[in-house]
């Protein structure tokens, strides 16, 4: 997945456009291998444990430049896309930046295509940064995000930090978002997702949640398209089964299991993406 981020973003840092800093964190796998094979031209670290905030943490101290642009390894970006992130950046009082989310849901079976037709529609999901696997921020924007306790949720903490007025989702860029392949893939990123919000919502200094879902939302998405209505029951079916789950977690203070999808990080057939979204599950690879 590193290397199909990097591939897109070397030649701009060939051209001394990026500094490409990848952090990564605990990782047992050949991700360090990756990125090291791609040159001088992307600085490696190589955090021993499997803490996000560490690798944040090590990344920041090296980063010479703003704006920064984190970038979650397992989604697709652009030179365009960062340049475009760069640019809103400069508009006055803007203090952090996202791309419009792109799905990949070519292959998926119905019930994850259903799921995400929905999703995509809730108001939140549609304005927030978070969710998407990049996000950009200028130097008063990393001061504000630097307060923030640990959290697994960061990139939805940070969102929330920013007014509607200080945050932008950009148009012109786009970030591809590989979905889950499978039913159970998309339940275990969902279980994250609901146990990642409920420590947002329990840590102190954490800025106020928005993310739950409303019945009202559900409701208007209804009303607007009543052809969507089975496709909303399956959702509430998938969010309280991923609430079910989650509560166990929270009831063992349990926020640091990863429950990462598999199935979307094994994909070698070509793609094909549709507008959408879905949260982009990774670690921090890319910055600018």
């Known amino acids: 997945m590193i290397g199909r981020l990097l591939s897109q973003l070397k030649p701009a840092a060939a051209a001394d456009e990026f500094n490409l800093i990848v952090a990564a964190n605990g990782c047992t796998d050949n991700t360090v291998a990756v990125a090291r094979s791609f040159g001088t031209r992307v600085l490696v670290l190589s955090i021993p444990v499997a803490s996000k905030q560490a690798a944040l943490t090590a990344a920041q101290s090296v980063a010479p ?57 809730l108001p939140e ?90 019945l009202s939302d559900l409701v208007a998405i209804v009303r607007a398209e009543p052809r969507l209505a089975p496709r909303v029951g399956l959702f509430l079916v998938m969010a309280s089964l991923a609430r079910t789950r989650a509560r166990r977690a929270v009831a063992r203070g349990d926020y640091s299991t990863w429950l990462r999808d598999e199935s979307s990080r094994h994909d070698g057939r070509p793609r094909d993406v549709t507008a959408g979204g879905r949260p982009g599950e990774g670690r921090p690879s890319g910055w600018r």
């Open 65 to 121: 430049d703003f704006p920064r642009v984190y970038v979650d390894a397992d989604v697709e970006v652009r030179p365009q896309d960062v340049r475009a992130l760069a640019a809103a950046l400069r508009e006055p009082g803007v203090l952090a930046a996202a791309p419009a989310r792109v799905l990949n849901l070519a292959g998926r079976p119905w019930p994850v295509r259903w799921y995400y037709d929905v999703w995509t529609r």
């Open 125 to 214: 999901v549609q304005c927030g940064l978070w969710g998407r696997g990049v996000i950009a921020v200028t130097s008063p924007g990393q001061e504000r995000i630097d307060g923030l306790p640990p959290l697994a949720a960061d990139d939805l903490a940070a969102s929330l930090l920013f007014t509607p007025q200080e945050r932008r989702v950009v148009p012109g860029a786009r970030v591809v978002i590989h979905t889950p392949r499978t039913v159970t893939g998309l339940l275990r990123c969902r279980v994250r997702s609901a146990t990642v919000i409920a420590q947002l919502e329990g840590a102190e200094q954490a800025p106020a949640s928005a993310a739950r879902t409303r």
